[in-house]
């Protein structure tokens, strides 16, 4: 038999003959006997966009794309109690769409990237005690709510795009890093901390830059400090969040009762950017830095607030709102290198202001054996120092459509969603195949999403 046989042989045999650890999560195989486990689970999130703009010559046709979003492998094990480890991989195919609001990224359906494999997640696990618990590797960062989101269960079809930190392209750095995170719960479970020392800026980052399909490299970091993150919560009816729980949920379709949590975060890294810098006249895809001394810290702070009510007759109301204030110091006035604009002092993850709102209701009614129905509306406003080389832009989005959980839970899922994207300022977006030639402003934009996702 083939290594591949084998593989899959095991894997197969793995997912018969063990037992699962909890409801809605993967096989799971008991060892050792000290109560060790590992536990395998498999997600996958299919897509499907139709888009008002980004075809034909002129770039004013309507397309539609189809990819996996996501597709993701998640290995949990404990050796006892106390100590064990996680790492999760996640692929995904023709991820075209830009979720910020610029439109299509570059083309990836003809390249072998197209159907890369890569780490997300991969660290140490020491739950110590109910106060205190460690993750130590590459792992969320603990900043705003909608990141530590589950990304399998969002109340929308996707979480917010403006919700992240600067200093990458990748999830891996803008979502995750890696870092040392310590958590933990106080009065039973009411209150939540997390603190976090994280890797943050460092050295230099690429950006494909999609209007002109050229590569720019930014500026290094200024110096190699760490980052600080600090989130605190608390949970006025039902705790939200276990001794072993680190994130939240989107949506928990009433499962875990009355829940209303109101949490605040900051982050800080100092001397994170050069506040002055351009593109180099020798070689204008690399930053050149006019003034070393001088250099901005990050600072960000966030508030947010989740709602969420069962009632006696089977609807079920979730609400959330956040407020997030990311801040270097106006440095998107003067660091003009187009990588620095495009991916560290401004651009969709740099400097920004802004808020979302998202409500949605649980009808009292099944549809088919088990199924849940679930309208939901979402509505969002940011302030951006600069994106699309537009300074000073304000984005409106606002989306409207509904889940159907098929077996009453999140294993299965189906969403449809419209959704609407304003800019103050017109902009240019669109394809980088036409957008090279054609230079056309929008001042906003349509998406339908019609979407599955599956969790087991």
Known sequence: ??????????????????????????????????????????????????????????????????????????????????????FQTCGGTSATRNLGGGGYE??????????????????????????????????????????????????????????????????????????????????????????????????????????????????????????????????????????????????????????????????????????????????PLDAVVLNKNDTVDYKAYTTDIFFEYPFDNGGVVTATALYLHADLDDAYKTALAPADQATIVAGLLGQKEGWYTKLGYILPVTVGPKGKLQPFGRYEHWNMASIFNVKNQHIDQFGVGANYFVMGNDSVRFSLEYQRTDFDKKTMIGDYMDMSKNHKLYDGYDVYTAMFMVVF
């Open 1 to 86: 038999m083939s290594k591949k046989g084998i593989v899959l042989s095991v894997f197969l045999f793995l997912s018969v003959f063990c037992l699962s650890k909890q409801a809605n999560a993967g096989p799971a195989i008991d060892f050792g006997d000290n109560g060790g486990y590992l536990q395998i689970d498999v997600k996958f999130q299919g897509i499907l966009d139709h888009t008002d703009f980004g075809a034909g010559t002129d770039n004013n046709k309507s397309r539609n794309d189809l990819y996996l979003r996501r597709a993701r492998l998640v290995f949990t094990g404990m050796f006892n109690d106390t100590w064990g480890a996680k």
């Open 106 to 283: 570059l083309a990836k359906s003809n390249t072998k990237a197209n159907s890369q494999i890569r780490l997300v997640d991969g660290y140490l696990i020491g739950m110590l005690s109910d106060q205190f618990n460690l993750k130590v590797g590459l792992t969320k960062i603990p900043l705003t709510r909608a990141n530590l989101d589950e990304c399998f269960s969002p109340l929308s079809t996707e979480r917010s795009a403006f919700v992240y930190s600067p200093f990458g392209t990748d999830a891996t750095k803008n979502s995750r890093d890696m870092g040392i995170v310590v958590h933990g719960n106080f009065f039973e479970n009411q209150m939540k901390y997390w603190l976090a020392v994280m890797e943050g800026r460092e050295g230099s980052t690429s950006y494909e830059n999609t209007f002109v399909d050229k590569t720019f490299k930014s500026s290094a970091a200024p110096r190699s400090y760490l980052e600080y993150v600090g989130r605190v919560h608390w949970s006025f009816l039902k705790p939200e969040t276990g001794p072993s729980g680190s994130g939240y949920m989107g949506t928990y379709l009433g499962r875990k009762g009355k829940i209303l949590t109101i949490g605040a975060a900051a982050a800080y890294q100092p001397e994170a950017a050069y506040k002055y810098t351009k593109a180099d006249p020798n070689n």
